[in-house]
Nanobody
């Protein structure tokens, strides 16, 4: 599985960004696909994921503010991020869980700063 993430950038606090992750295969067949992030000096953490049945899972710190969605026809997963905070600054990684394990995409940097 190859994953191509995009959409990161610099945004002011309170602003919004949408990340996209395009997969080489059918995301409908994945056990789950989602987003992780890693801030400087911190461990990588789950932000949100969506499973094959459409169920979603969010980190407590992003609930209400972030929304994960998928477009099966485009094999793409999106992360809509609203009300961004400086503490959301991190490299965001797309990851897919399949029967052979977890595949990672390259990261995309999100910087929230005034």
């Amino acid at each position: 599985v190859q994953l191509q993430a995009s959409g990161g950038g610099l945004v002011q606090p309170g602003g919004s960004l949408r990340l996209s992750c395009a997969a080489s295969g059918s995301i409908f067949s994945f056990n789950a696909i989602g987003w992780y992030r890693q801030a400087p000096g911190k461990q990588r953490e789950l932000v949100a994921n969506i499973n094959s049945g459409g169920g979603t899972n969010y980190a407590d710190s992003v609930k209400v503010r972030f929304t994960i969605s998928r477009d099966n026809a485009k094999n793409t997963v999106y992360l809509q991020m609203n009300s961004l905070k400086p503490e959301d600054t991190a490299v965001y990684y797309c990851a897919a869980d399949t029967i052979v394990g977890r595949s990672w995409g390259q990261g995309t940097l999100v910087t929230v700063s005034s």
